[in-house]
């Protein structure tokens, strides 16, 4: 990547940097079985057992619009919908294959309720899309294989074939960027060690993507593995490095940077419960508190969170995540603008919580109760006024009686319990 196609990305995701806040959703035949999108490799299902899921499949209580309206009142600001995963099936009206959602007895293109839904509340959309398909005869693996070195049987007698899944899965690229309007987000999942970048003729499905929609961005697991995170961590980037680095199940510790310590767009992926895909019985919930503390940390590292649910088979969101989302969407309605075009504050990470910032506004997250004041280590002469963001009302900054001991400090009051308890919701 030259210097000129890093300034592109940085054009690029500039929206997404201020969003900061999206919606994953893991949906597609799994949520029948509901044991998590791995279940086919999982339990070793064959295509034929797996079979009886594509001809039950019928989300009749799918209602896109009532997705995006859960999403928008969460404070989210993007969303972004599994049209394929490993097992191969489509979540949209593609004229290569038959294991599509249009050929089962619901008939819909739930990839286009999608997007046209979430368009109309004013969110941004965005496509995963699995590099993996156990479904394909020309994918190297099959399902309970997960290693690709570990062939199937048509890839075993003739390695060339895979050739012919790589034109398949880029004209499922085109297809999705063609026919579904202006999509913000492409979500590649994933790479292994011995199976990426140019493996997937990455140049050319890059190429394409920017001839057909420049201002697209993309995740780096084109390249990344479980391994590594590929060269988008590095200062020599590859053309198909992707915009943004995607941290898994995990926060990293200094947020992302490449080699020269500059920061990188990152998004971290988390799942509201255990699971990706639905799972049933899976009650592991995060609460509405972990879920604000770990988005507020995020910011403050420069990163997004894109937070995970896994509609059931009927098409609904499980009434657990429902209740999650409605608290944090409570917190965001007071408290969004220390999320959207924030980022790292100028400031070390104060021993209380967190601080995020925007412009000369710098952000207290108080994660825990204060004995006296909270003190602002360092900004003695640079706070100007404090105030509550949740109400507007007016923090106090009376000095503690020893605040000589502390020349270079302020000191901000949260004298009332009702402070200590600004809209988190507790832990249940
Ligand atoms: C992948 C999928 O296998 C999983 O089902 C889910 O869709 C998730 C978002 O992405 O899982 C991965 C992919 C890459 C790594 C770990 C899990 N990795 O690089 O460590």
């Known amino acids: 990547m030259s210097g000129n196609e890093i300034e592109c990305r940085k054009e690029r995701t ?75 099936f489509c979540l949209f009206d ?37 590099l993996l398909d156990w479904h394909h005869p020309d994918y190297p693996a099959f399902g309970d294989l997960i290693h690709p070195m570990r062939a199937n049987e048509n890839y075993r007698r003739d390695p060339a074939r895979f050739e012919h899944y790589l034109d398949y899965m880029h004209g499922q690229v085109r297809e999705l960027l063609t026919n579904y309007g202006k999509l913000d987000i492409m979500w590649f999942d994933f790479s292994y060690e011995n199976l990426k970048g140019e493996a997937w003729r990455a140049t050319e499905l890059m190429e394409m993507i920017r001839s057909i ?95 995970n649910v896994g509609p059931d088979a009927k098409g609904e969101m499980p009434r657990k995540t429902l209740e999650v989302l409605e608290q944090v969407g409570d917190w965001m309605t007071q408290n969004g603008d220390s999320i959207y075009g924030c980022g790292q504050a100028d400031f070390p990470k104060p021993e209380w919580g967190r601080y995020t910032q925007k412009g000369n506004k710098l952000f207290a997250h108080v994660f825990e109760d204060s004995v006296g004041p909270v003190n602002l280590v360092g900004l003695a002469d640079k706070v100007r006024y404090a105030r509550l963001l949740a109400d507007g009302s007016e923090v106090s900054s009376t000095r503690p009686w020893n605040a000589k001991m502390y020349p270079n400090d302020a000191f901000i009051n949260f004298a009332s319990p009702e402070h200590f308890s600004w809209p988190l919701p507790d832990e249940r």
């Open 213 to 307: 929609q420049p201002h697209l961005i993309i995740d780096n697991r084109l390249e990344a593995s479980g391994e590594e995170g590929g060269s988008i961590y590095t200062n020599n980037p590859s053309p198909y490095a992707g915009d943004f680095a995607s941290p898994e199940q995990i926060i990293p510790p200094n947020g992302v940077t490449d080699a020269a310590g500059n920061s990188i767009p990152w998004e971290a992926c988390m799942t509201l419960n255990n699971n990706w895909g639905y799972a049933s019985t899976d009650r592991t919930y995060k609460s509405a508190k972990t879920v604000i503390r770990k988005l507020v940390e995020c910011v403050s590292k420069n990163g997004n969170l894109l937070l």
């Open 94 to 130: 593609s004229k290569l294959t038959d294991y599509k959602s249009t050929n089962t007895q619901s008939g819909r293109d739930l990839v286009r309720e999608f997007v046209d839904a979430f368009r109309a509340e004013g969110l941004k959309v965005g496509l995963y899309y699995s």
């Open 14 to 88: 500039k929206w997404f940097l201020e969003d900061r806040f999206g919606m994953f959703i893991h949906w597609g035949l799994y949520a029948i079985p509901a044991r998590g999108e791995w279940v086919r490799s999982v339990e070793h299902i064959s295509s034929e057992d797996y079979q009886v899921y594509f001809d039950e499949f019928n989300p009749d209580r799918y209602d896109a619009r009532e997705w995006a309206r859960t999403a928008k009142a969460a404070g989210m600001k993007y969303a972004v919908l599994t049209a394929k995963h490993h097992d191969g």
